[in-house]
């Protein structure tokens, strides 16, 4: 499935690239090191074909940051890193000071933090980029079985549309690789569409 | 929301002011608008003060730099943001009460910022402040409780030497590594001698103190933080002597049996002295030998016994060139 042409992907990986550098620069400054974040990639998925292979999360289980935006169109954005990926990542912005056993304490709302920068990152380049407003909720953590978070994701959403967006985070040399999910419904995808398109052709 | 009518707007500050969390709205501009009493106790800032302030004029150079960023996008994207603990730990220079004049420790804070739109034009913004010190100190609490039982699951009550369970762990992982590293590996078995003599004569209690003078005098004996004395049963004792040969760890064997002589605890039912001592074995893994570790455990055991039918009081070695599986069975 691939409705998209390749201008409009390539307009959504420089909008959300645009976010990654924003979220970068707030991660450098609570780690206090440099942090880069990029997005090399972007896909369209029908939901029901979204697995964990389909995501290559090779991890036994999975955490999830999740915000419900709503505006011009409704989404709800997702960020997954494997647990294991998780742990590392809390890890490295804590510092030396914790010690990796002890990370499982905050994980939660560590991880909390880092997927409300990222999403809020992309969601607010996008805003600024199309010209619109978007309202979000708090996010929200879970952490469990990849299989059973991703099945989760795709039948609470009941939306048909994922739009995956690849993340490469490094912190202090330390590189992940996570997702970061867009699910919609088919009128949202046409609306967020037509705002890229406008976007496209102002420029 | 929805409240009766004859409900007045004051009820929203009374609401305000009761609640047990910090609450500050500001506007697009970051002016104070609402400054609730726990701010104000918190801070020590009274709300008509703070009123129509910045939160950088009111509190000179004492926001954390991500704070201050997450305010201005929080103004600028209008999007929800939270600051934990984990990562901020104290954002804003607030303290537990009562705020005292000399130097205090800033309180433990979750951060919560949300924007709020007003008439659908102007955005404001809600600052959140939560007291996360009791769930820093549940997580203190919890922690030093699973220190404490996993010490209790692995240590024998009575004499504080590490327990059977801990050792059948402890060996078998110092084994495989000194399989892996080809280093070598030894163990020593020790009994008190003629303990079931001295309980009888003495009394259980007499002969729980000895357990606990020999584990003692064998922890006092041993320097390096890997080897580890075990109540392995009863009055037996193992030690693991990581990364050491035959020959020293004889010398150390040798050591605890006079350490335990040493302490002179008068045993007139001894046959072997007029005080309490040990018999010692002990067995070391040679790398390249074909012996796994229940073989080695059988040695030591075997060079145990053999010190207890030779006269007690001793030391006896064994190395795993000079036995193999096979052929201990016979000599156990």
Redesign the interface.
Known sequence: MNPLSELQLDTLTEIFNIGAGRAAS?LS??VGDQVKLSVPRVQLYKSSDINAEVLSLNGLRVGAVKQSFSGPFDADAMLLFTEERAMEI?HD??GSQVAIE?VA??EQ??M??LG?IIL?AC??SM??MLDL???????IYSVGATDLILSQIVSEADQPVMLVLHIDLAIEKHLSQGYLVFLLSSSSLRELLAHIDRFISRI | MNFRPDYHTSIWEEIWDAVKLGLILIDSEGKVLLWNDWVAEHSGIPAEFASNNSLESLFPGGLSAPFKTAIKNALSHKLPIILSNALHRSPLPIYPLPITQHEQKRMQQSITITPICVSGKEHLCMIQIADASISVKREGVLKSHSERLSKEATTDGLTGAYNRRFFDERFAAEFGRAQRQNIPLSLIMLDVDYFKRYNDHYGHPAGDKILVAVVTALKAQLNRPTDVVVRYGGEEFAVILPDAEVDGGRIIAEKLRVAVADLSIPHCESKVADHITVSVGIAAYQPGTSCDATCLLKAADAALYDAKHNGRNCVRHLTSAEFSPSGLANEA
């Open positions: 707030s400054e609570i809390v912005m804590m002890d304490e905050f709302e560590a909390c933090e409300n809020n969601l607010s805003a600024d407003s978007l309202d979000s909720s708090l996010p």
